[in-house]
């Protein structure tokens, strides 16, 4: 059974910096493409960044410039460096990953982790 494991939340003050990491665990093939995400109350998942297994990044424009997403792909592991920390930046970080379980009988498939809260204090 895949899981993906998010650590690295908490409480920040407005410029501070927190790195978030996310383990992919379990009978695991391979991994295409991995993500953070987040959520606030009432809103829907925000895509925050995401990079594929060749290193390709993606970036919403809200992080552009104080966010760097990693990958080590020997670890399985996914990082989000988030720097200048702002209090709109609060909010549960969910690292999403696609990837082949097993032998890879599902095909590509979407996993998620529990999530991580970050809260950012004026």
């Known amino acids: 059974q895949v899981q993906l494991v998010e650590s690295g939340g908490g409480l920040v003050q407005a410029g501070g910096s927190l790195k978030l990491s996310c383990v992919a665990s379990?009978?695991?093939?391979?991994?295409?493409?991995m993500a953070w995400y987040r959520q606030t109350r009432g809103k829907e998942h925000e895509l925050v960044a995401q990079?594929?297994?060749?290193?390709?990044?993606n970036y919403a424009d809200s992080v552009k410039g104080r966010f760097i997403i990693s990958r080590d792909n020997a670890k399985n592991t996914v990082y989000l460096q988030m720097n200048s920390l702002k209090p709109e930046d609060t909010a549960v970080y969910s690292c999403?990953?696609?990837?082949?379980?097993?032998?890879?009988?599902?095909?590509?498939?979407?996993?998620w982790g529990q999530g991580t809260q970050v809260t950012v204090s004026a």
């Open positions: 999403n990953s696609i990837l082949l379980e097993g032998r890879g009988e599902r095909g590509w498939t979407n996993y």
């Open positions: 379990g009978s695991i093939l391979s991994i295409n493409t």
């Open positions: 990079i594929t297994s060749g290193g390709n990044t």
